[in-house]
């Protein structure tokens, strides 16, 4: 009776410290977290670019403030708010020095989305992810702008008009880990778009610019970055959960 009642207790105890454990570690559905990276932008190929004048990709950065909202275990709520720069580089071949012009555009977002987690099996830590979302966007220029590849002035770009606020959508792949405090972290590949047109080009050339053509950049880009989340329940003291 004694080594049945010893055993009880024994059990008793290892569920008890089991539930502190637990306790200890009990995570909320919120994240907050960052964003760290970069993005290539480009200004679209087409049949209107002259010849020996080509477009180039442009690298800029990406690092953002971030929130989730898990509504379950394989499904969360994104948003937060994004820093980016973009841009785009255009290369006159014909001239040996100073052959390009770059023009770089800083703005602030809003992005909400979802993200798609999957698990290789109910117990692993590591998943694949998809995400998809919209986005707001300002871009932080100049209304009206002229710009040289050189003090030769070969080649000029005069832009006007466009929008600086304007709607995307996104869509990307990830990879990551979450740890069994809730932390996470996560590598990926995002591609932002948008339909409309951030800002008209006029790119002219040759004696007098005698030879010209008109672009529309439209601030599409392709993100890669590396995220890092906290669950909001560590930030908790542990006797907290304690009753």
Do not use: C
């Amino acid at each position: 009776m004694k080594n049945f009642i010893l055993f009880i207790a024994l059990i008793f105890i290892s569920l008890q410290a089991i539930g502190q454990a637990d306790n200890e570690n009990r995570l909320t559905p919120w994240h907050i977290g960052f964003k760290l990276g970069g993005n290539i932008s480009k200004l679209d190929p087409n049949d209107t670019f002259i010849p020996n004048i080509t477009p180039r990709n442009k690298m800029g950065i990406a690092f953002a403030g971030l929130v989730t909202y898990d509504l379950h275990k394989n499904v969360s709520i994104v948003s937060g708010l994004n820093i980016t720069t973009r841009g785009y580089r255009i290369v006159n071949d014909t001239v040996a020095i100073s052959n390009k012009i770059k023009q770089t555009y800083a703005a602030v977002q809003i992005p909400l989305g979802l993200s798609f987690r999957q698990y290789s099996s109910p117990h692993s830590s590591s998943f694949f992810a998809e995400e998809i979302g919209g986005v707001l966007n300002y871009s932080f220029r100049k209304d009206a702008n002229t710009l040289y590849n050189s003090e030769k002035q070969q080649v000029r770009i005069i832009e006007t008009g466009g929008n600086k606020f304007y709607p995307m959508i996104y869509g990307g792949l990830l990879m990551g880990r979450t740890s069994n405090k809730g932390k996470r972290t996560e590598y990926g590949v995002t591609y932002y778009h948008t339909f409309g047109t951030e800002i008209n080009l006029k790119v002219s050339s040759g004696e007098f610019y005698n030879k010209s053509f008109p672009l529309n950049y439209n601030g599409s880009n392709l993100q890669f970055t590396f995220r890092y989340y906290f669950n909001t329940g560590n930030f908790q003291k542990s006797n907290e959960y304690f009753y």
